[in-house]
């Protein structure tokens, strides 16, 4: 088998420019107070950067984001929502990365609402027929001091393959230090910066991410066959055989 590795001179010639990613951070801390997770933001975004992905990160909790499961819930009984100011920058963006902390051994608050708020947006479609978020990549960022890192991931990116965005290998990475009380991310004598664990995986999943976010946009987004809610809703069915009729 042959075995094919890109040199550090095509690594250096990757070209993001056109890429656009978000970075959602659903910390329980508003702005300007510091946020541990914004420290393993920064890491990956980064990197985005350096290749001319074009990157804008949002801290959900200094936004009026209502809670529910409607894309504008002024229309359900909120006075105030401020995701349909949101998510269009979201629908933007070909890559987003979703990024909070574990509390009691799981996601915040915060990444269930933006999760819930996303979902919002799952019975609109695209220019395709296919559901909305088709042709997009996501990944994860996990922070914490206690276990949980990939229970967390798996939730949340389940989550997001499931409303149609494309999930890549190792998409996901996360920092946790000693269990019970102790130092996070950020803390001085933490080791969570210089953790090997950590940086390879948050290199990898924002490697995995700028690939496939390059390739599905040069591909033109996720084929328009057999994934069409439009084209079944009008009876097509791309080659399922009904059982009735066998």
Same mark, same amino acid.
């Given at each position: 088998?042959?075995?094919?590795?890109?040199?550090?001179?095509?690594?250096?010639?990757?070209?993001?420019?056109?890429?656009?990613?978000?970075?959602? /951070? @659903?910390?329980?801390?508003?702005?300007?107070?510091?946020?541990?997770?914004?420290?393993?933001?920064?890491?990956?975004?980064?990197?985005?950067?350096?290749?001319?992905?074009?990157? =804008?990160?949002?801290?959900? $909790?200094?936004?009026?984001?209502?809670?529910?499961?409607?894309? !504008?819930?002024? =229309?359900?009984?909120?006075?105030?929502?401020?995701?349909?100011?949101?998510?269009?920058?979201?629908? =933007?963006?070909?890559?987003?990365?979703?990024?909070?902390?574990?509390?009691?051994?799981?996601?915040?608050?915060?990444?269930?609402?933006?999760? =819930?708020?996303?979902?919002? $947006?799952?019975?609109?479609?695209? !220019?395709?027929?296919?559901? #909305?978020?088709?042709?997009?990549?996501?990944? @994860?960022?996990?922070?914490? *001091?206690?276990?949980?890192?990939?229970? @967390?991931?798996? /939730?949340?990116?389940?989550?997001?393959?499931?409303?149609?965005?494309?999930?890549?290998?190792?998409?996901?990475?996360?920092?946790?230090?000693?269990?019970?009380?102790?130092?996070?991310? $950020?803390?001085?004598?933490?080791?969570?910066?210089?953790?090997?664990?950590?940086?390879? *995986?948050?290199?990898?999943?924002?490697? *995995?991410?700028?690939? #496939?976010?390059?390739? $599905?946009?040069?591909?033109?987004?996720?084929?328009?066959?057999? *994934?069409?809610?439009?084209?079944?809703?009008?009876?097509?069915?791309?080659?399922?055989?009904?059982?009735?009729?066998?």
């Amino acid at each position: 088998m042959t075995q094919t590795t890109a040199t550090p001179e095509a690594l250096a010639q990757f070209d993001g420019t056109g890429l656009k990613a978000m970075f959602v /951070n @659903c910390t329980l801390k508003r702005s300007p107070e510091p946020s541990h997770t914004q420290g393993l933001v920064d890491a990956s975004a980064g990197i985005m950067r350096k290749h001319g992905v074009e990157v =804008e990160t949002l801290r959900l $909790l200094d936004h009026d984001v209502a809670t529910g499961v409607y894309p !504008d819930m002024r =229309e359900h009984g909120w006075e105030t929502d401020a995701w349909p100011e949101i998510y269009p920058r979201l629908l =933007e963006a070909d890559i987003l990365v979703a990024a909070g902390p574990i509390w009691l051994g799981d996601n915040s608050s915060q990444m269930k609402v933006l999760i =819930e708020r996303i979902y919002a $947006l799952s019975g609109m479609l695209n !220019d395709k027929g296919q559901y #909305l978020f088709y042709g997009r990549v996501a990944g @994860c960022l996990i922070t914490g *001091n206690e276990d949980g890192i990939k229970h @967390c991931a798996q /939730n949340v990116l389940y989550s997001l393959q499931h409303v149609g965005y494309t999930i890549p290998p190792n998409a996901d990475a996360g920092w946790i230090g000693e269990a019970g009380p102790g130092p996070s991310y $950020l803390d001085p004598g933490s080791g969570g910066p210089e953790n090997d664990f950590t940086n390879r *995986n948050t290199t990898f999943m924002t490697w *995995n991410l700028l690939h #496939l976010a390059k390739m $599905l946009k040069d591909a033109g987004g996720v084929p328009g066959y057999g *994934n069409q809610r439009s084209a079944w809703n009008d009876g097509t069915r791309f080659d399922f055989q009904n059982p009735e009729y066998r």
